[in-house]
């Protein structure tokens, strides 16, 4: 088991940067892929970028490339998000999730977190 929190979420203009936080605990949080998902009202979840457990391999939706950086910090149990210059389109849900490889977090995690609330005025 794995336990996820998001943090850094709230209200904010367009143009603004914003930094999400995941904060995990349970097993070792270097085993696990991490990603970033998204969910806007009305619609469905989407992913939005995924990281190794090493960080040396990032992925990325490609509306959110350029602007959105993921890292993590292995020593913290922490995995953030980066979002520079936000749009109203990006108001959204943001949910921590992670895996056991990048390509089954960014498809199917097993793990999420609660999620955080981004809203983007303009």
């Known amino acids: 088991q794995v336990q996820l929190v998001e943090s850094g979420g709230g209200l904010v203009q367009a143009g603004d940067s914003l930094r999400l936080s995941c904060a995990a605990s349970?097993?070792?949080?270097?085993?696990?892929?991490m990603g970033w998902f998204r969910q806007a009202p009305g619609k469905e979840r989407k992913f939005v970028s995924a990281?190794?457990?090493?960080?040396?391999?990032?992925y990325y939706a490609d509306s959110m490339k350029g602007r959105f950086t993921i890292s993590r910090d292995n020593a913290k149990n922490t995995v953030y998000l980066q979002m520079n210059g936000v749009k109203p389109e990006d108001t959204a849900i943001y949910y921590c999730a992670a895996a056991i490889n990048t390509m089954v977090v960014a498809a199917r995690p097993d793990y999420w977190g609660q999620g955080t609330q981004v809203t983007v005025s303009s």
């Open positions: 349970g097993r070792t949080f270097s085993r696990f892929a």
């Open positions: 990281i190794s457990q090493s960080g040396d391999n990032t």
